[in-house]
């Protein structure tokens, strides 16, 4: 199974067809009915489906290119990891983040290695850290911003220095908008938007207590930034983070917080092992801006 291969199978899902799939990869149609043909003999399995159209993914088609994308994102990164001249430091920093004041720290550090190093440059992937956390086991990512931080038996960790703070988004003027603080009572006979990771830890849960199975849990997100849409829309409260959106007096939604205090502990981790060049300049760049704040 060659790499060029695989990008010919990535071309046709991104294409939709195996015409424009040619097109883009400057072949002819022929040609390229050839290489996948030839690819799904190596896999002993169909890939695709026959149309009057063309050819498209069937099912073991998609599942393989899943394994397509991730070899194909190694492949680049082992490239430009070892490109680099001795002693140059140039090349992509790649980096995985959930959503969090946190990231101020990491934008810090992006800044000040741009700056010493003009011929870096940064990947970043935004999602939650249990969907990113695969791409960082296979190597897709030098570090992850990793909200709710655990400890990793095969990562270093570092704990980034502001508790992120639970609390709801809801509309200005609504009953929850009127009070200092809220309590798991408060929440209930509201519609509610809770993130998926912290449903999954158990995490707010836990702080509800005994009226955690009277909450009205509607729609669970992964990033809230949609999640935020919908609770200005008037769908519900949003559970979340503070200091993720701007709650300015001439905003539709404010934030209160949740009482008791309910906190979250981020960080980045990495891979025990050899860094990139450019990875170790970037984490140069973050322990240094750590250490001034």
Known sequence: MEIRTLRYLMAVAQEGSISNAAASLHMTQPT???????????????????????????????????????????TEKAENDLSSNEGSV??????????????????????????????????????????????????????????ELKEH????????????????????????????????????????????????????????GKVANDLDIRIMYSLPLNAMLLARAGAGTLLTYEGLFETGSDTELTFVPLEPELTSRQGIIWRKGLLSKQATAFLDALQECLMKA
Do not use: H
């Open 32 to 74: 390229l009915s050839r290489q996948l043909s030839a690819l799904e003999d190596e896999m002993g399995c169909s890939l695709f489906t026959r149309t009057y159209k063309g050819m498209e993914l069937n099912d073991n088609g998609a599942r393989l290119l899943r394994y397509a994308e991730t070899i194909i994102e190694l």
């Open 90 to 147: 140039k090349g992509s920093v790649y980096i995985g983040a959930g959503e969090s004041v946190n990231m101020r720290y990491v934008s810090e550090a992006i800044q000040l290695t741009l700056k010493r190093f003009p011929e870096v440059d940064f990947q970043l992937f935004s999602g939650t850290s249990v969907d990113l956390m695969d791409g960082m086991a296979r190597g897709t990512y030098d570090f992850l911003l990793e909200c």
């Open 153 to 208: 038996v095969d990562m270093n960790v570092l704990a980034l220095p502001v508790l992120d703070r639970w609390g709801v988004m809801t509309l200005r003027g609504s009953r929850l908008s009127t009070l200092e603080s809220v309590r798991p009572t408060d929440l209930v006979g509201e519609t509610l938007l809770m993130a998926r990771q912290a449903m999954k830890t158990g995490m707010l849960n836990k702080w509800a």
